[in-house]
């Protein structure tokens, strides 16, 4: 503020005094111009003149050198006097104030009578014819003689009044420049000094508004500074120009108002992020229990098939096991010797078929076992998506098992697996799963192509590739193929091509979910139309 | 703030120069001159006797004053900077040379040097010559009249030496004095020895002679030329030939471009104006480029032709003068200077000066160069072969 108006102040004034000494000097320059342009004027003036006397003068000049009896004599003289004329014409044009009539006009009336006598002296004879032309020749020789002598001294006044004229102005000018040039010396001066005591008031201008700023905005950054490393709250001394006080009391306000802001922005931060764990943990029990849900689902829709399967051994086992009842209650009888007891025949026969009938039982048992023991496997709900080491190998027989029912009508399944596969980390209920619907998308399509006329096959396939640090499990098919439109659809959830109420459209979603999001493997397939569809399932060995 | 000084001393300055305008100071004008300009006078019997007379109408023809636009406009073809256009007015009547001053007129005054050129004859006139030189060797009274370096030009030109060719012009005057001076019986033998009368004889040398008598005299400087108007005022005034004040002298630049222009406003004189080429001049029409109008023919002689109303080759123009461009460069009176702005009255230029002006171009100049309005200027004392000059009978130029 101080400064500003300080300085604006200082410049004004010089500005101003600038302006006189500027308009002063102008003046002065102005006068010594016109000055110059006198001068100018009668320099010119003076060549005028000159010339103008040099022409006339050399009228007698001519008049002197040339012979009498030179034929252009006249002539030449005659050049000069045009000549003449014309200076004295131009003189008066130019320079009347100079040379006013007094002056011009007996030149004038001379350089007539001499051309005058001139004139008369050029006529020569034989032409003019008369007695008084030796007379008036005379006459006019005269005439000239005296002319000429008068208009010398005229010439020569004339002459005197032009250097006069010159020297006059010459002085004019040069007191002038000696006065410009003193003026510009003060005023060069003046405007010096002016412009060094502007400065000064600068300098101690801007050493004031320092000493008022800068060093209350030097305390505030040091409590500033302070609060900072200390973990103070920020105080400082409200001391200075009112806008500096303004701006620390402005400043402290401030950061009271952010930490209160902090603080509460804080609080809410921390319980959104408690929220956000919660229904983290609430949608991975979901995933969880979606998984299991269609599990259970594939469970139920195979449920008649394997009620099925363990039927048909079952009573095979029953009709041994009766058929060993009958055998042994014989046996007995025979023992205690009951009357009913068969005779010898059939008991040969019953010793003969007794062994067989038991190992028959037992296979049919077995057999219902290993079904049982199937599901237990298939049905298996690792906790907490866990991924522990399994047998790959196996978790593939028993889901071929479980889902026997669905393929045996249609197609044979073969089996291709390595046998020197380690066991693989992974959640195998989530893996069986999987290879099941796709073995049962694969029976499905078989089923679809041959529609009982012809069986198709099922390759299963496991291989390891230590380079890769991976196991690919290949599921193949000869059914009909995925159409080329769908094939970038098939992963997608709700996507199905079975008729509504047959299909979910979950299964192929959900492997992919299965392999690609929870086992960090990848799923992809090779289908042609018409011939079979391979699927691929790329599973790492080691899970981080 | 720099802004704000910055304004106050803008300020500052434009208010104190806005009192700086002058107003030049009142100047007192003469009304009178010392030698007043006089009016346009009336020829007297007398004068008139003497300007009717046939053999000075033959030569000169007679301008009115008047008044008309000196110099170019600024759109003019091949302007210069020198020919500021402004109004002249001329109050007294003159009379100026149809021609150029030719050889034959400036050897007849004999100012300075004589001027004799040399120059090549075509094989029609060698034998006409010859036959011509060898009556006279034979001839008793004049075998021992011819001069010796006639002699040695013919008896190379019989011997058929090398570049014999040339012929020296007082050699042919010599000559043709002879044959001039002969009796009838001499020329007819003469004539007869060719097949040809008298009569045709005469016209073939009297045609040969012309041709190289009446070329424009050039190498002449202004001071030779302003000394031949002087010759030519006493020989005019001994005769009782000169009208009363009126002299022979140097047209001034003025009276020349009016003379020249004829009441043409554009870049020439001749006919309406507008063209100017190798076709109605002698000069360098040798380039499209250069010259002024549609003339499609491209002529450049690259030499002088005789001039005079028997051999000239061209139209004069509008009042009747000839080879006012091209040719020769002209003298004029004025010493050579900036034109003035404003009406001038017979204006005869500055009184001091080093060069003389030249006007009207050449025959080794472009069309451009040849213009009316075009300048040229030289030393009094320069002597150059493109320069002649052309007489003016009138009163005094002051």
Redesign the interface.
Known sequence: MLLTSGSLIGALCIALFGWLTFSGLNEATDELEKEAQKSGISSDELSDVMAFLTTTRSIFITMEIYPENFSGVFSIAYDAITLAKEGANQLSDKYYENYPDEILIPISTAIRELEDSISEMQKVPPFQNDSDWATRNLLARKNYDSTREKLKNNLDDLEIKALGNLNKANQALSIKWQELEDREQTSRFSLIFVIIVYFILIIVLAFITYRSFARPISRLEEAATRSIEMNQPFNSPQIGPIEVKSLTRRLQGLIIGLESTVKKRTSALVKKTDELKLEITQRKELETQLVHAQKMEAVGQLASGIAHEINSPSQFANDNILFLKEAVEGFISKLTGSENAPDDKELSFLKENAPDAVQQAQEGISRITTIVKSMKNFAYRDAESAKKPNDLNQAIKSTIVVATNEWKYHADVVTNLDETLQMVPCNVGEINQVVLNLVVNGAHAIRDRFESKGKGEITITTKHYPSDDCVVISITDNGGGIPLKVQERIFEPFFTTKEVGVGTGQGLAIAHSVIVKSHNGQIWFQSVEGEGTTFYIKLPMTQT | ?MR??LF??CF??FS?SDG?I?HSGK????ST???PITQNKEFSAADLKILNRKEFQKKFVKINPGEFMMGSSLKEKGRSIDELKHKVILTKPFYISKFETTIQEWNELAVGLTQYNSFTITPNEQSVILALYGKLKSNKTFKNQLSDSLKSQLEALLAEQPNSNIMGLLELIEIIDYWRKAPENFKKGVAHSLNFKIAEFSQILDSLLGNQNQLPVNNVSYTQA??Y???L??KA????LLPKNM?YRLPTEAEWEYACRAGNLGSCGLGDGTTLSGLNANLDGGLKEYIIGSDTTLINRGKLIPVTSRFTRFEPNKWGIYDMHGSVMEWCYDFYTAYNEGVSINP?GP??GTRRVLRGGSFYRTAFECRSANRESSDATWRGSEIGFRVLLGY???
Do not use: D, S, W
């Open positions: 703030m704000l000084i106050f001393f500052f300055h104190c700086e002058e100047k007192k004008l003469n001159k010392p030698f302003t000394a108007c002087h010759n005022t006493n005034y001994a005769q009782g002299l005869i009184i001091r005094p130029v002051r």
